[in-house]
């Protein structure tokens, strides 16, 4: 699998072990990361090994940049090797070829640098002598000490990453932010944000996938128009609403007989769901779903209840592998008696004046059943796309449709709330 590549440069002495955690962290994220004292990427071994190491910066998508207090190994006589790759990764950049610069220094190192800029100043008006010679007052400003080593070198490297001379110029340089930090977190921050990072890896490849899941099953239930795709199913809703309203005000007279009557503009409703309703119903698939719940990803603690929770996402893939599977059982199991008595007297009804037409109510009930659950996986699947594009799991939920009634079904909720207190 093709990852995006991240360089990570810096001085290895002083920066070993977060080089080490920075690695582990950006590829548990997705990243390949690449380093100087690593050997597993592809390298020309005929040429020197730091060129080596510059020319794989080039293919690089991303260069992640560590200053401390030490300047390291040099490349040539006046430039150090992190300077250098540095310059590199600039360049590239500036092509394009690099998508994101993302330098950091440590906020000791700042400190220690305008602790310096402060005492060159007050050694401007100073007389500074060792054995009768005068002493340059910038070898003491930036004197080696525990925390830093060639000061000036360094303080010359951080001008040029702030593109301190561009400005200088009256240019606005691009790639010339410098984070500082003071902790691996501190870093961590900065990279989620540069990143894009607002969730992790595994989490983003299965929202991808479940996206690419949700776009093809529904494709299987729609059809394509010129203004975009038509749900042809959502004709049906009408003559739900009317089961309904009929169920409520004959319910003593309800049987196996009983007609109710729809306009006769209607009938094409009719049609459409005894005709098709099992169109595309068979290709529908689950799996990806299932293995995304099982995976815990979209899962969320709760402090109140000290324990893991769904969060909305996890609740819609609940309830679409519930919709899918109830949809190809449903259309499976449907009586084709049934469905030609309905398409018989749709034949009759259409050939005919009449303005209401009467159907089957449990012939018309059974269809009702197909078009709840195309219409909850609709719904379900736009909810979910929401939740991804806004990175927001906590949306309102969309209502579902669940039989015959006002009401519908009680939910898991409703039933754990009368065992469960």
């Not at 300047?71 to 994101?100: F, L, M, P």
């Not at 310096?116 to 930036?142: C, F, N, W």
Request: aromatic fraction near 12%.
């Amino acid at each position: 699998m093709v990852r995006p590549r991240v360089f990570i440069s810096s001085t290895i002495y002083d920066f070993h072990d977060l080089r080490s955690a920075l690695k582990y962290w950006l590829e548990e994220s997705g990243y390949e990361v690449l380093m100087s004292e690593s050997c597993d990427f592809e390298k020309d071994s005929s040429k020197n090994s730091y060129d080596a190491c510059i020319e794989t910066i080039k293919e690089c998508d991303y260069f992640v940049l560590l200053i401390g207090g030490r300047v390291g190994g040099w490349y040539d006589e006046s430039t150090s090797i992190t300077r250098k790759e540095y310059q590199i990764a600039y360049e590239s950049a500036q092509d394009g070829r690099i998508k994101r610069m993302i330098p950091f220094v440590r906020q000791h190192i700042w400190d220690v640098l305008e602790d310096r800029k402060a005492l060159i100043k007050t050694l401007e008006d100073l007389d500074i002598q060792e054995s009768g010679m005068p002493v340059g007052k910038r070898s003491v400003a930036y004197h080696d000490s525990k925390l830093i080593k060639d000061a000036e070198h360094i303080k010359r490297f951080l001008d040029e990453v702030s593109r301190k001379e561009d400005f200088k110029k009256g240019d606005k340089p691009r790639f010339n932010w410098i984070n500082s930090f003071t902790s691996f977190e501190d870093i961590i921050n900065v990279l989620k944000i540069e990143l894009n990072l607002k969730v992790d890896m595994p989490r983003r490849v299965a929202e991808r996938n479940i996206k690419t899941a949700l776009a093809r099953n529904l494709s299987n239930l729609t059809e394509k128009s010129k203004d975009g795709i038509i749900a042809t199913f959502i004709g049906f809703e009408s003559i739900r609403n009317k089961l309904i309203a009929e169920r409520k005000a004959a319910i003593a007279n309800l049987s196996i007989e009983y007609q109710i009557e729809i306009e006769q503009k209607e009938n094409r409703n009719v049609f459409e769901a005894a005709m098709f309703f099992n169109v595309g119903v068979h290709e529908l698939d689950s799996t990806i779903f299932e293995d995304a719940v099982k995976s815990g990803n979209f899962m969320t603690y709760s402090k109140e209840k000290e324990t893991y929770i769904e969060t909305g996402v996890c609740k819609a893939l609940n309830d679409i592998i519930f919709e899918i599977k109830y949809l190809q059982r449903s259309a499976q199991g449907m009586n084709s008696k049934d469905r030609e008595r309905i398409l018989v007297l749709f034949e009759k009804y259409r050939s005919n004046n009449d303005l209401m037409s009467c159907y089957p109510y449990d012939g018309l009930a059974s269809f009702a059943v197909i078009y709840e659950r195309k219409f909850n996986i609709l719904q379900l699947t736009k909810y979910m796309f929401k939740c991804f594009n806004e990175q927001n799991d906590s949306l309102e939920y969309p209502l579902l449709l669940h039989g015959l009634t006002d009401n519908g079904r009680p939910s898991e909720e409703d039933v754990l709330s009368i065992f469960e207190g």
